[in-house]
């Protein structure tokens, strides 16, 4: 009955969502807005940044309850998708610098409220480094973990008494995988992988050294060990290593948080890695609260 009536308002939302190809510096983009010829002066703009190699489509389960809220746009990055790839690596600053010229084409002004799931949450962090001054606020949605560090790795494997040197051959064979894994995808694919692993590899020093600005942010963490059984390893308790890793991202996803004075930490033990997928209430009422705490901080500016 549930999905029955996620389905219906999914199909509503397509009826009254324009998507279409605008063209950027010579790139088709496939975007998807809606509410755009209503939206007020000031008004912030909810704008989302998709996963490694995934189009836009996967927010299709919250667009309408976002939507009731404030207008919206969706986009595949050059590459992805529908969209047609371009000259530039999908680094932060050029994934940011692309997410503006789009908005200037929309004609859309700052504020914008940026959600980011898995690399798109690095992205939008990456955004709030380099342009803080046009957010209104943050959701980050189980995102690429920015404040890990490579010693963290060996936390995740409390308890489960293995050597630091097959720690280590573990990882190395992981990284492995997923050089293997980006050999096979498309080019866009490989080159969003690249940027991901160079920055982990760096362990995100650029990242760290830049402020947050003083706006509602809100981290929302999948809880659901959901890997089917035949994928699991053998070497190891692989849901052990789940709950540590858990356990440990709070403790530093909390510090980041507590850094500004409107944030906010949600944990869902219903839903995995596509937390607004799994669990889209979840994302929707954080976006309604960012809207409203953001508000409530441009009243007090203004008194």
């Known amino acids: ?39 007020k002066p000031g008004q912030p703009l909810i704008v989302f940044e998709s996963g490694h190699a995934v189009s836009m489509g996967n927010w299709d389960r919250v667009l309408n309850g976002v939507a009731n809220l404030a207008p919206l746009i969706t986009y595949d990055r050059p590459g992805i998708g529908k969209s047609e790839p ?72 409390e308890g ?32 969003e992988l690249q940027v991901l692993m160079a920055v982990r590899a760096g362990e995100f020093k650029e990242i760290g050294a830049s402020k947050l600005p003083n706006i509602p942010v809100h981290m929302l963490m999948s809880g659901k060990f959901d890997m089917p059984r035949r994928y699991r390893s053998k070497e190891y308790d692989q849901e052990a290593y789940f709950r540590n890793k858990v356990r440990h991202r709070m403790a530093r996803w909390t510090n980041v948080i507590q850094s500004v004075d409107k944030g906010m930490l949600f944990y869902s033990g219903d839903a995995g890695h596509y937390i607004h997928w799994d669990d889209p209430e979840l994302l929707i009422s954080s976006i309604r609260i960012v809207l409203k705490d953001y508000a409530l901080l441009q009243k007090k500016k203004k008194k």
């Open 160 to 191: 489960l008494g293995l050597s630091k040197a097959k720690i280590d051959s573990i990882q190395l064979s992981i990284r492995q995988k997923r050089v293997a894994r980006g050999k096979k995808a498309s080019k866009s694919s490989r080159e």
């Open 86 to 157: 371009d000259q530039e690596m999908p680094t932060m600053k050029n994934v940011a610098d692309k997410l503006l010229k789009i908005l200037k084409h929309l004609k859309q002004q700052p504020p914008y409220v940026l959600v980011g799931h898995s690399l798109g949450g690095l992205y939008v962090r990456g955004f709030a480094m380099y342009y803080p001054k046009k957010l209104a606020g943050l959701v980050i949605v189980d995102p690429a973990d920015f404040t890990e560090k490579l010693v963290h790795h060996y936390d995740y494997y």
């Open 1 to 39: 009955m549930r999905y029955t009536i996620l389905l219906c308002l999914m199909i509503s939302t397509q009826a009254w969502a324009q998507k279409r190809f605008i063209t950027i510096e010579d790139t088709t983009v496939w975007i998807n807005t809606i509410g755009l010829e209503k939206r």
